[in-house]
């Protein structure tokens, strides 16, 4: 109480010195309120509430979060419009993967479409911490959202095959820093109770602009040519995705700024008026206050004299970190998913769809994708990230060899009926699974003083593998054919099956202190015991055996760890 009433004083919050003596009092353990006889009933009831209607928040956090959602719309449909565009622009631009000298156009449609991938990988992602830094949460946001609408602008306009590669790399620079800010300003302005629920919010409104994307490709498939301009539909479908973009640049400066950026600039004034805005009581936004700045002493006395980027690597409970999330990274890539978001159209025409059969199909997709996120929120948390993955690979693998076999299926409706069943099926099984554990996983998986650092080289992964994708796969699709193409993806899902088995530890609702112990474990020793692990998990669970029940890895021994300390999902969380 004394340190809380000095911290008012010396942060010139003096005439709230009795909130805070209260604030600091509930933030040195949250859930004893009850046995404090300092506290009144209204403020245990504020607490106890807290807890039992924990979706009872503020609208200006709600706002917030449509915020956050049109953001990542924002997203997916800067990602999917030009699977649409994809049918028109190639041949407009002497580049058509099917004619002249075919090898030469798939490589350069590739390049086209990863450009904007490609410059997230190497230039945007990192400048994530330098425009937080100077700019804010939201401004990073917004200068994100203005590059989106003014790209997506450019790219309509563009008169040759280089032209447009230009401006869609231009575009990376909206999409990376907003991957890697909007999850974190989600995190800093959430409840702890809400707060995992809400960053993965990220994942399933990125799907569900993804759905727009292919909406967008469908009401302008039809639109005719008007004299002097050539290729008005696929020019109006990469242009649609700057209208969220808009709306969001307008929306942004209405919420609250992150608390916790405040802080870290000295604003202790401006971040308690943002809280007050964020939690229903003022004690609840004076104990979050609090709590936010001893976690940013905390974190200065670790980082003094420190490279962080360095200690990614060198010590080694930060590498088995960087390991774990650099395969789920990689392996959102590479598991296929977004062959099928940037080519679907393209896929589909090559199963004999019609041009608009395939972008209803692909719409379709879209649609799946957003309605099965949404298990996702519920079972993140209780099935665990490890096993939602470890379940869903095998089946990804299998449904995309379907797909693929498919192709060997004489002419005609079954064809078309398999390859689209095949897709969907993949995507019902991706969309719970290795859809939104990456982002997760990955933001939780580094200790505090390299969060930031560790989510700026996840999401750099991420984009980099995108860009590798999206630029091999139609060269990959001339070469090897559908099934072959399908099969190098489905060969890449038992890899990932085994890479997951053997070098991604649990976190789900692990405290800090048992994440510390969780990636202390040597990588050697984790991956002898998931090996063993294996043939017994598949008797118990799968064949329903009566086997022994194997020693744990980890003994999570209370004396030894001592106070727990819960640090909920959300890279730089509050």
């Avoid at 004083?9 to 209260?22: A, I, P, S, V, Y």
């Avoid at 915020?67 to 924002?74: E, F, G, K, R, Y």
């Avoid at 008007?226 to 209208?243: C, K, Q």
């Avoid at 307008?250 to 308690?272: M, N, T």
Wanted: charged share 15%.
């Amino acid at each position: 109480m004394a340190d809380g009433a000095e911290f008012a004083r010396t942060h010139g919050l003096g005439d709230l010195e009795d909130l805070f003596q209260k604030g600091a009092l509930a933030a040195q353990d949250p859930l004893a309120f009850e046995t404090i006889p300092y506290f009144t009933e209204s403020d245990k009831d504020i607490f106890r509430r807290e807890l039992t209607h924990r979706w009872d928040q503020p609208g200006t956090l709600y706002y917030l979060v449509i915020l956050c959602s049109v953001a990542a719309a924002v997203q997916g449909m800067d990602e999917a419009v030009v699977n649409g565009a994809n049918l028109f622009f190639p041949s407009q631009f002497h580049i058509d993967s099917t004619s002249g000298n075919a090898s030469r156009n798939q490589w350069l449609l590739g390049l086209v479409n990863s450009a904007p991938y490609l410059c997230c990988a190497f230039v945007s992602c990192w400048l994530t911490e330098p425009l937080n830094s100077w700019f804010g949460r939201r401004g990073t946001i917004f200068i994100c959202a203005f590059f989106s609408f003014i790209t997506c602008i450019w790219q309509a306009v563009t008169n040759s095959w280089p032209h447009l590669f230009v401006a869609r790399f231009f575009l990376g620079l909206g999409i990376g820093p907003k991957s890697s800010t909007v999850p974190v300003y989600a995190a800093e302005c959430s409840p702890p109770a809400i707060r995992g629920g809400l960053v993965m919010m990220w994942q399933m409104w990125t799907a569900f602009g993804i759905m727009l994307g292919y909406v967008a490709d469908l009401a302008f498939y039809k639109v005719h040519d008007p004299a002097h301009i050539t290729g008005l539909n696929w020019r109006l479908m990469l242009a649609s995705a700057g209208i969220p973009a808009l709306f969001l640049m307008g929306q942004v400066f209405l919420c609250p700024e992150s608390p916790r950026w405040l802080i870290s600039k000295g604003r202790y004034v401006d971040a308690y008026k943002s809280l007050e805005r964020l939690r229903r009581h003022p004690v609840q936004a004076a104990r979050d206050l609090y709590y936010i700045h001893v976690l940013l002493e905390a974190e200065k006395e670790l980082t003094r004299g420190r490279n962080r980027y360095l200690e990614l690597f060198t010590v080694p409970r930060n590498r088995r970190a960087t390991l774990a999330s650099f395969v789920v990274m990689f392996m959102q890539q590479f598991c296929g998913v977004n062959v099928i978001a940037y080519y679907s159209s393209t896929i589909f025409t090559q199963a004999n769809f019609t041009q608009i059969q395939a972008l209803l199909a692909s719409w379709g997709f879209g649609a799946l994708n957003f309605v099965m996120a949404l298990p996702a929120v519920y079972t993140i948390d209780t099935f665990g990230r490890r096993n939602l993955l470890l379940l869903t690979f095998p089946l990804m693998s299998l449904f995309l060899l379907m797909t693929g076999f498919a192709f060997w299926i004489p002419e005609g409706t079954s064809r078309i009926a398999v390859v689209a069943l095949g897709i969907y099926l993949f995507d019902c099984v991706y969309s719970p699974g290795e859809g939104p554990v990456p982002f997760t996983y990955s933001a939780e998986a580094f200790p505090l003083y390299i969060r930031d650092i560790g989510m700026s080289f996840a999401t750099s992964v991420t984009w980099f593998f995108n860009f590798v994708v999206a630029i091999t796969f139609p060269r990959l699709l001339g070469a090897f054919k559908p099934q072959g193409a399908f099969g190098w993806y489905a060969a890449w899902n038992v890899i990932g099956f085994f890479a997951i088995l053997l070098f991604v530890p649990e976190t789900k609702a692990l405290s800090l202190e048992e994440l510390d112990q969780v990636f202390s474990v040597p990588t050697h020793t984790h991956a002898v015991y998931q090996l063993k692990a294996l043939p017994h998990n598949i008797k118990k669970y799968i064949f329903r055996m009566k086997v022994d029940p194997l020693p744990p890895l980890y003994d999570y021994d209370e004396d030894t760890i001592g106070e727990k300390h819960y640090a909920p999902g959300g890279a730089g969380h509050a």
